[in-house]
């Protein structure tokens, strides 16, 4: 009985999995994207990346697709979980190059897997506008690969924001010299700490307690508890989402009051700043967006709208811009690669973040560090970025 | 001081997460490798509970227990007891159970990322900070392990003090004597399997209170609980608590003392040192 | 050593022609297939390696994926300052002592405790990797920019599998692979007719080690960025014991049976069900639990042995019919 039941099940998945795919007459622009669905990395993908991806194709849909060489084509959209493993990932690039023939890909999620799959996006063409990950590195990788475009800076632009932000404070007399450093033991938090700590100390700030823990590890009191002893008047952590959460968690409960509290991802997740309600006013952490900025405000709506979630105050807008900027240069240069790498080479492109072109493939304006004030996440700090607003003292926790 | 009472709490945590696998493993003979997904499952229904109907999770864990009980009896009945009919020895279970249930944490992941996305999810309850000795710590972490300990010393009178968890006890001792003193041995053990799902949801419902999950977090806390269950010896439930507070402490200790870097290397270190001097468990005597 | 029977004569030239046939892939296509095919080549040469040791003496290690991290990080490491050819002996090397240190370490331990055992090793390496990574190292991706096509490494993978296999075919015929197969049997038997169990079983593994080492250091080019999560990824372990048990490890062509079919399912899978392939996966797995027991091998076996019987010639295969009847 069991058996058949199976027999059937399995005869029925083979069959499904032979047959569907039929393609529409209609002509379409097909879009490739491989990201991870499951897996370690899909907590992240699932709150700034694939409803970004999904808003995307909507918004150009609804308005009747996208214009190439004088015809509207509508956005079809061919999608495939990596699994959070460049191994698959490399597969899955392949897959739509060579089998579905993609028009374009979507880059994919997180600087390792955008790395292990540029020499294939290379190799077939196609931009790769890297809108979630970065590295030190950016000059070399360039060169190898002239398609790629790095929308999130530098490695160093972010992790050295937060000590400008500290550098403001102390100026304002807000904040002392005494900082306490935390990062997660992995590519991210390797790449920050590494350009950040020189940062630190060429700005005259004492490293008092520096440590790094596991990626996955939720139970960090000791960290708290470490950093309190060493009485540090900042506190700095280049985290992830569960342990963003976590640390600020810990501190609150410990009460391990600084003047300027900085987490790393996660910070800017509208989900953060509903977690700890009142308690987040001050806390400062990576990204930032100008939030009055019209722009992004009817983005924001939207994008609760159709994908029925908040987006955040950093990644998920740069993700969206980087999927404007696709379509802006494909309707600028039509369907041939090279012409669209050109095209975003030497474009500015309005997005949701602002006017955005390249400089040697590398964004030049973004956001490094924002602030939560009344509810709302405030870009403090970052490169030629305008509506910054000042950074300012954290209250006590209450 | 502050790192022995870290490191207890952070004990109790482990204990909850293991002490249904150890129940699983070692009574119903089911090395459940989808024990960290009935886990997961239960933070899900925990925090939908919890935003949705204002439920109070402690109170809520009157609606999980019963219903991964049920739920978990009825994958014991389905789909595993077929395997343990057919299986020859126990190695030949151990294989096919590890195989089926690798297939239902499949299952059970796909399920939940298809009704909860990926995203990362928690909620506010208790977190606020609870003195002891002159420190704070978190009053969500104290009520779960106070919850945790009352939760295991229920287990341990119905272990030692009823027929039913006598019976229990048997086969976890050896399942072909058991059926001589007449106790229904596939009755038990299904019984057990489903205790042990509900003592896992149970930890679920306690943990979702301070950590933040998504549905792909399942395996990390399967392999926890393994990592448990064989260092206090399959089937031993004062072994395995033993063993979950000397992971919450020397955790605890090396990321105060040494560097939080290495709390996770620490805890395989221990592991693989447990495993190579004392294999049958560090509360058992003897060869098992 | 006997002579060789006309079946292996047979067996060794069907190898030798599918080798030739598949060596050709390369230079038919550059795109997905070729991608498809290093990976399905990559599996096959770990499942077979996985075999050489857990098929005879029944251990089932999860440790391939600590072999797998230290072949990629042995290339990550040297690739400035070494050729690629020492590069992977330093791999095979390096594989081949850890399994000597992990042999040694578990002789004591049987059954399920081996297999949590290598499962938290492979965890410890990972762990301690990440840890040195980022106190000494102060990054966790290591990059690994080589000139090879995908073409060169799927023919390197090749190579290693049938390397794989003739090591394989080899010890079966020699005196290491009959003291396995008593041990496998019964280890109080084979050591009360003198054979040193312990040493059997520790070289054995340290070739199955090496062979896994060696394919880790011919994907670390293909990876690119080295991180210890990828390299010392859990889910490889998992996968190849599953693709050999699924083949069935009594033979040693059996894992390559899983492994084809378990990749190509896969794969169909996270083509047309991109979010529900969990679910699918799911219930192929327990299917395959379920439907095929004894692996594909097995079943294969099982029909022709039930044919045979139908045709009145050919002895009883023992448990083969009762498992029929009651799964």
């Known amino acids: 009985m069991l058996r058949r039941t199976f027999n059937a099940l399995l005869i029925s998945a083979v069959v499904f999995g032979t047959a569907g795919g039929i393609a529409s007459a209609e002509e379409t622009l097909k879009i490739g994207v491989s990201a991870p669905k499951t897996g370690v990395q899909s907590g992240g993908a699932a709150a700034v990346y694939w409803p970004n991806v999904q808003l995307w194709v909507h918004d150009l849909n609804q308005k009747g697709g996208i214009k190439v060489d004088g015809k509207q084509l509508k956005i079809d959209l061919v999608e495939y979980d990596d699994k959070s493993s460049p191994e698959e990932a490399v597969k899955n690039i392949q897959r739509l190059a060579t089998v579905d023939k993609v028009d374009f890909i979507i880059s994919p999620y997180t600087t390792g897997i955008n790395l292990a799959t540029a020499p294939l996006i290379a190799r077939y063409g196609y931009p790769q506008l890297v809108a979630t990950g970065n590295a030190n590195d950016l000059r070399a990788f360039i060169k190898q690969w002239p398609n790629s475009f790095w929308l999130l800076g530098k490695a160093s632009d972010l992790s050295t924001g937060i000590v400008g932000t500290l550098k403001t404070l102390r100026d304002k007399g807000q904040v002392g010299n005494k900082v306490a450093l935390a990062y997660v033991a992995e590519a991210l938090g390797l790449e920050m700490i590494d350009s950040a700590k020189p940062a630190f100390k060429e700005a005259g700030f004492d490293i008092v307690y520096e440590t790094s823990y596991p990626i996955g590890t939720q139970d960090l009191s000791p960290v708290i508890s470490g950093a309190k002893a060493a009485k540090p008047d900042a506190f700095v952590a280049y985290s992830y989402p569960p342990d963003s959460f976590a640390l600020t968690e810990q501190a609150q409960i410990q009460a391990f009051d600084v003047n300027a509290f900085y987490v790393g991802v996660g910070g800017a997740l509208t989900g953060y700043g509903q977690r700890f309600g009142k308690q987040a006013e001050g806390i400062l952490s990576m990204g930032g967006i100008n939030p009055d900025d019209q722009a992004y405000k009817s983005y924001r709506e939207s994008h609760k709208k159709v994908t029925g979630q908040d987006t955040d105050y950093w990644a998920g807008a740069v993700v969206y811009a980087s999927l404007e900027v696709l379509a802006q240069a494909i309707e600028k240069a039509g369907k041939e690669r090279a012409a669209v790498v050109k095209a975003i080479k030497s474009g500015t492109f309005d997005t949701v973040i602002g006017k955005v072109s390249f400089e040697d493939n590398v964004v030049k304006k973004l956001w490094t560090v924002g602030q939560w004030r009344g509810g709302v996440f405030q870009g403090v700090n970052g490169l030629s970025v305008e509506g910054a607003k000042e950074p300012v003292k954290k209250p006590a926790w209450n | ?288 | 050593m006997t002579g060789i029977h006309r079946d292996e004569m047979l067996g060794l030239i069907c190898g030798g022609v599918a080798l030739a046939l598949l060596s050709l892939l390369p230079l038919l296509t550059e795109g997905f297939y070729l991608s498809f095919g290093v990976n399905l080549v990559l599996y096959a040469a770990l499942s077979t390696a996985w075999s050489l040791f857990s098929g005879p003496t029944r251990f089932v290690s999860l440790a391939s994926a600590a072999f797998f991290g230290i072949g990629t990080y042995s290339v990550a490491l040297w690739l400035d300052a070494l050729p690629f050819v020492v590069l992977i002996a330093i791999a095979a090397l390096a594989s081949a002592a850890l399994a000597a240190l992990i042999g040694a370490a578990t002789l004591r331990l049987s059954g399920v405790y081996f297999v949590i055992f290598t499962l938290g090793l492979t965890e410890l390496i990972r762990q301690i990797v990440s840890w040195s990574q980022s106190r000494f190292a102060h990054k966790m991706g290591l990059y690994v920019f080589t000139d090879f096509t995908e073409g060169d490494l799927y023919w390197m993978l090749l190579a290693l599998t049938a390397a794989t296999f003739s090591v394989g075919w080899l010890i079966n015929r020699s005196r290491l692979g009959f003291a396995l197969r008593i041990i496998g049997d019964d280890e109080t038997v084979a050591r009360h007719v003198g054979i040193a169990t312990a040493r059997a079983k520790i070289v054995l593994f340290m070739i199955s080690g090496a062979f896994a080492g060696i394919a880790g250091a011919i994907m670390a080019p293909r990876y690119a960025y080295i991180e210890p999560q990828a390299a010392f990824n859990p889910m490889i372990s998992f996968m190849v014991v599953i693709m050999a048990l699924l083949g069935g490890t009594r033979r040693l062509w059996g894992p390559l049976v899983g492994v084809v079919p378990f990749t190509v399912v896969m794969e169909l899978i996270a083509a047309r069900f991109p979010n529900e392939s969990l679910i699918v996966v799911g219930i192929a797995f327990l299917a395959i639990v379920y439907v095929l027991p004894s692996g594909v091998t097995g079943r294969i076996e099982c029909l022709r042995e039930r044919l045979r019987r139908s045709l009145g010639t050919g002895v009883d295969a023992p448990g083969c019919g009762k498992i029929e009847g009651r799964a």
């Not at chain 2, 027929?163 to 006890?169: E, K, S, T, W």
Request: aromatic share 12%.
């Open chain 2, 1 to 288: 001081m502050q790192i022995l009472v870290t490191g207890t709490l952070l004990g109790g945590t482990y204990a909850l997460i293991a002490l249904g696998l150890t129940l699983q493993y070692g009574a119903a003979r089911i090395m459940n490798l989808a024990n960290g997904e009935t886990l997961v499952a239960a933070c899900f229904v925990a925090f939908w509970l919890f935003s949705r109907l204002g439920v109070n999770p402690i109170l809520g864990m009157v609606i999980i227990a019963p219903a991964a009980l049920v739920l978990n009896w009825l994958i014991y009945a389905w789909l595993l007891r077929p395997l343990v009919r057919r299986a020859k020895n126990r190695g030949m279970l151990e294989v096919d159970s590890i195989l089926a249930t690798f297939g239902l944490l499949f299952l059970f992941q796909g399920l939940m990322l298809l009704t909860f996305g990926g995203a990362y999810f928690n909620y506010k309850f208790l977190a606020e900070p609870f003195s002891i000795l002159g420190t704070p710590y978190a009053l969500n972490r104290v009520v779960a392990f106070v919850a945790g300990v009352l939760v295991s010393s229920l287990l341990y009178l119905f272990l030692y003090h009823t027929r039913q968890g006598a019976a229990v006890r048997a086969i976890a001792v050896d399942p072909a004597s058991a059926q001589l003193v007449a106790i229904d041995v596939s009755r038990t053990a299904g019984f057990s399997f489903a205790l042990g799902g509900a003592l896992t949801a149970c930890g679920g419902t306690l943990l979702s209170t301070f950590y933040t999950f998504n549905a792909s977090m399942g395996v990390l806390f399967t392999m926890k609980a393994l990592i448990i269950v064989i260092m206090g010896g399959v089937g031993d439930i004062r072994g395995a608590t033993l063993a979950a507070f000397i992971l919450g402490l020397s955790e605890t200790a090396v990321a105060s003392l040494i560097d939080p870097g290495l709390t996770l290397a620490a805890t395989y270190a221990l592991f693989i040192l447990v495993l190579l001097f004392r294999p049958q468990g560090i509360l058992r005597r003897g060869a098992a």
